[in-house]
């Protein structure tokens, strides 16, 4: 169930980062907004691997990277390829992860 829950936070923030990246929202009056859900992402993520590995969850290999791409995320300027690049890894982590057949 965690790890749906942090799939949803993430992909509501990535979502926001596409629209704003596109011209489609413009964040300026909300920016705090994407960084509150990034630490609920972070978070989320970081507790859905530990029960991952708690439990033996298929899943745990797939989304533990999530976690360093997370870390190295805030040092990359928003808005280039690099934080697009590190956003769009971690999709496929979660994309793996929620496969079923990630790393089992």
Not at 4 to 9: D, Q, T
Not at 14 to 28: K, M, W
Not at 29 to 58: D, I, K, Y
Not at 59 to 64: F, I, N, Q, S
């Amino acid at each position: 169930m965690i790890l749906y829950a942090a799939a949803a936070l993430f992909a509501a923030n990535y979502l926001l980062g596409v629209a704003v990246q596109f011209g489609l929202v413009d964040s300026r009056p909300f920016r705090w907004l994407h960084h509150a859900l990034f630490f609920l992402v972070f978070a989320s993520a970081a507790l859905a691997v530990a029960v991952g590995f708690w439990r033996g969850e298929p899943y745990r290999w797939a989304l533990a990277p999530v976690l360093v791409l997370y870390a190295l995320l805030p040092g990359v300027r928003a808005g280039t390829f690099g934080h697009a690049a590190l956003a769009s890894l971690a999709l496929l982590c979660y994309g793996a992860a929620l496969s079923g057949k990630a790393f089992s």
